[in-house]
């Protein structure tokens, strides 16, 4: 679809690297156009977006060892030294759940170690496998909570150079068929947060288990996501991040474009596979990396769509 050219919305540019998305927006844009074409663009065209970049992570599963990947250290690893090896370092990193495998305080101390050494300000969203200490996510919360400020059961917000960015919990109140709950506290947090946000603001929602039904028959979904998307469809840019399926899909409805992202521990099969189900799947030791995958995607001058190229990680 051709967007409008009055249409303002995100420009964004993401960039796999090691499995993790790195994510450019240059003045609230549609169209695609390089950087400098952005900071160079007529006046009328700007926005109070600055130019900057931000990396997500998810997945990384610390503590898992078993065929699907018997040591998730050392592909979290690889993943950080792509992130250090950037020449241009994003301003920060989103981590989208499941630092760990089981919640334990080793764990979230092994992955911190790891993305430590990015040297990048990091921001957290619990997957469900870090809410596994009695179901009460204590260690995480306690762990990453503080630092952002975070609310209820660890919802919070911030804003970066004219981005809102917002980040909700979904895995505290899983169903029992494992789709995601946001609740009515935390629905009404957020109506009360963008109560005074202007329509022209671009807005980053991030999360664990998708906002849209990706695959609500193994509980790749959120069953009362229908309010929170209400709350946002008045905003001309909303892009929405998530983990928990270990793969890349897309979905736009109206303003709201959102993206998953693939793990840097295992991948999971396609939704809707014969015979499947959700969970590790293995593959050859040697095609591992090849399936976990880098994806760069290029902002180029124009109003052609983003270029996305997918290469194996290998």
């Not at 495998?101 to 979230?108: R, V």
């Not at 939704?271 to 959700?278: D, I, L, R």
């Amino acid at each position: 679809m051709t967007e409008r050219p009055d249409r303002r919305r995100f420009l964004e540019c993401m960039a796999w690297a090691g499995t993790g998305t790195l994510w450019t927006m240059s003045g609230g844009l549609a169209a695609s156009v390089s950087l400098d074409t952005a900071l160079a663009a007529p006046k009328h065209m700007k926005s109070k977006v600055k130019p900057f970049t931000f990396l997500q992570v998810s997945d990384s599963h610390i503590g898992f060892a078993k065929p699907a990947n018997p040591d998730t250290h050392v592909t979290y690893r690889e993943a950080v030294a792509k992130i250090k090896a950037m020449p241009n370092k994003p301003d920060f990193i989103i981590h989208t759940g499941d630092v760990s495998q089981l919640s334990k305080p080793q764990e979230f101390d092994d992955a911190d170690q790891i993305l430590s050494e990015a040297g990048i300000a990091t921001f957290h969203v619990p997957g469900e496998h870090d809410m596994l200490d009695e179901g009460t996510g204590k260690f995480f919360l306690e762990r990453y909570g503080k630092s952002a400020n975070a609310k209820g059961d660890g919802w919070y917000s911030f804003d970066h150079s004219g981005v809102h960015f917002i980040a909700l919990i979904n895995v505290k109140l899983l169903n029992a068929g494992g789709s995601g709950h946001l609740g009515d506290e935390q629905i009404a947090w957020l109506k009360s947060d963008l109560a005074d946000r202007p329509s022209s603001q671009p807005i980053v929602v991030f999360t664990h288990v998708p906002l849209w039904a990706l695959y609500p028959q193994w509980g790749w979904g959120t069953d009362d996501a229908a309010p929170a998307m209400a709350e946002l469809r008045r905003f001309g840019s909303v892009t929405v991040l998530n983990g928990h399926i270990h793969q890349i899909q897309q979905n736009v409805e109206g303003n709201i474009t959102f993206h998953t992202a693939r793990s840097t521990a295992f991948p999971q099969p396609a939704p809707g596979t014969p015979g499947a189900s959700p969970g590790p799947l293995k593959v050859p030791a040697d095609q591992l990396r090849s399936v976990l995958g880098i994806r760069t995607v290029n902002v180029v001058n124009g109003k052609e769509p983003l270029a996305l190229i997918d290469a194996p990680l290998a």
